[in-house]
């Protein structure tokens, strides 16, 4: 109990003052689950819309599989990436193994799968309430997308909000391509891993202090904006 | 409608297409889901001027006829025949370019439609317009004089930041009638325009399809309204369990109506 109080203490200091470590720890944290929820966006948004509003023979397997990828588990992410990414691996060359690129490559290939799934959902329910609308106007499939995409920009922040809370939270993959070396790529998750493994809790508490804090902020954000986004009636 | 002056340009008095779009003609059509038929062998010819007004009970397929002349729907069986060939995907086969047509693109579909329920986008009443404007291909530079015009021929101007969905019904209604005439089009299919909007939203509704009218719109509306159809039609389409019942002019269907269903309804007995 004396330890646990101790640890609680240690981490707040840690906090308090900024202590380099830790600041480090969370800025290479939200560079790389940032970027991957960026990533993820650019690639979810207009492929979720695009499954949304096309019809051709395959679409509902590509459906099921996006919507499995949803689960994908991140240690069976990181190990197929680490055998690409791995020197005798086809983009061994690249030289990305243990590097914040590849944990941005792992996080967005967990990422992209729920934005994905996430858009066409919202984009195709909407597609149901537009589409007789739209077809008067002369707009169809692929040139509705943009039109589409806008009007359920509201439910999409949620979808990148979904995002980014699994990328965020996620040890496995990071810890394989990244290989959590310090001041390198060392991340939040897997720091909290490794300190908590080696008995130094106060850092892996205020790790784990600050990542709970993060979650709690920006869903009360997107909260926010989608209380605003009813009060005009955009939802 | 005080403010059509200042509307020439969405106007059609200076329409010259070298084919007119109408008349439309409907041979034998029908129209089935499921393998029932909900419209039976209609056979019609609506022809450009007067204002058409298609009544008839719930379910007889009024709005299915709309739906097909707008091309949201096809026939099951049976052929649709415009003067002037188009279809929704390309607009006007052969249509006129640009200035010809009153400043609309030829991509434009040269037939819009009023839904009953009208679906306004999650944007601003301007942007609701905007959107309309870039669909229809509406050069960059005219969208914004374009812009006004709607606005104010809606009068809509001091609502054209609020967000669409928050209007009252009959701005709603207002705004999505303006946004179909956006489109310029030579015919106008209303679908119930004024069903749940009081007396005042409903003479404003009826002022633009006047204006639209006076302007040279072929005019296509369905109502339940009877004192609605008979401020407006100039010939009425009597549709009864999927079938045409009688087609005549106003005049002769409010006082001496050709067919037993249609004097059943003007009489106030139930019609099934």
């Known amino acids: 109990m004396q330890e646990l109080q101790s640890a609680f203490w240690e981490a707040g200091r840690l906090l308090l003052t900024f202590d380099s470590d830790l600041t480090e720890i969370v800025f290479l944290s939200l560079r790389v689950t940032l970027s991957a929820v960026f990533i993820g966006c650019l690639i979810g948004f207009p492929f979720g819309a695009f499954l949304a509003v096309a019809r051709f023979p395959g679409r509902t397997v590509i459906v099921v599989i996006v919507n499995a990828f949803m689960g994908l588990p991140p240690v069976v992410a990181g190990l197929f990436l680490y055998l690409l990414l791995s020197r005798s691996g086809p983009l061994g060359p690249l030289a990305l193994l243990y590097t914040p690129t590849a944990m941005i490559i792992a996080q967005a290939v967990l990422v992209t799968p729920i934005v994905t799934a996430m858009t066409r959902q919202v984009v195709e329910d909407l597609y149901q309430e537009y589409d007789e609308q739209f077809r008067s106007m002369g707009l169809f499939g692929a040139r509705a997308v943009p039109s589409l995409l806008w009007d359920a920009r509201y439910s999409l922040i949620t979808g990148a909000l979904a995002g980014f809370g699994r990328a965020a939270a996620e040890v496995g993959a990071v810890l394989i391509v990244g290989g959590n070396i310090n001041h390198v790529t060392r991340v939040m998750t897997t720091t909290i891993a490794l300190e908590t493994s080696r008995g130094n809790l106060s850092l892996a508490l205020g790790l784990g202090l600050v990542l709970i804090s993060l979650s709690l902020l920006i869903n009360a954000a997107v909260m926010s904006l989608r209380g605003s986004a009813k009060r005009l009636a955009y939802v | ?272």
């Open chain 2, 1 to 272: 409608m005080s403010t059509q002056q200042g509307f020439a340009g969405i106007g059609q008095s200076d329409r010259t297409a070298p084919t007119p779009l109408l008349p439309v003609s409907l041979e034998n059509v029908c129209f089935g889901v499921n393998g029932a038929d909900l419209l039976h062998d209609v056979s019609l010819t609506i022809g450009p001027g007067n204002r058409t007004v298609i009544m008839g009970p719930n379910g007889a397929g009024k709005s299915l006829l709309l739906r097909l002349m707008q091309g949201l729907i096809s026939p099951t069986r049976g052929k649709l025949t415009w003067r002037r060939d188009w279809n929704s995907r390309q607009g006007t086969q052969g249509g006129t370019p640009g200035s010809a047509t009153g400043g609309m693109p030829s991509g434009a579909p040269p037939v819009s439609i009023v839904l009953q329920r009208p679906v306004l986008l999650r944007r601003s009443v301007a942007a609701n317009l905007t959107h309309a404007l870039r669909v229809l291909r509406v050069p960059r530079a005219e969208r914004a004089a374009r812009l006004e015009e709607l606005l104010t021929l809606g009068n809509l101007q001091d609502r054209r930041d609020q967000p669409a969905r928050s209007l009252s019904g009959g701005e709603q209604q207002r705004l999505a009638t303006v946004r179909a005439l956006a489109a310029s089009p030579e015919m106008l299919l209303l679908d119930e325009p004024t069903a749940s909007l009081d007396p005042q939203a409903t003479h404003a509704i009826e002022g633009l399809i006047q204006s639209s009218h006076e302007r040279g719109t072929k005019i296509v509306m369905v109502t339940h309204d009877m004192g609605q159809a008979k401020r407006i039609a100039d010939e009425v389409v009597f549709v009864s369990q999927g079938r045409i019942a009688e087609f005549t002019p106003a005049e002769t269907f409010f006082t001496q109506p050709q067919s037993e269903e249609a004097r059943a309804y003007l009489s106030g007995q139930l019609v099934i």
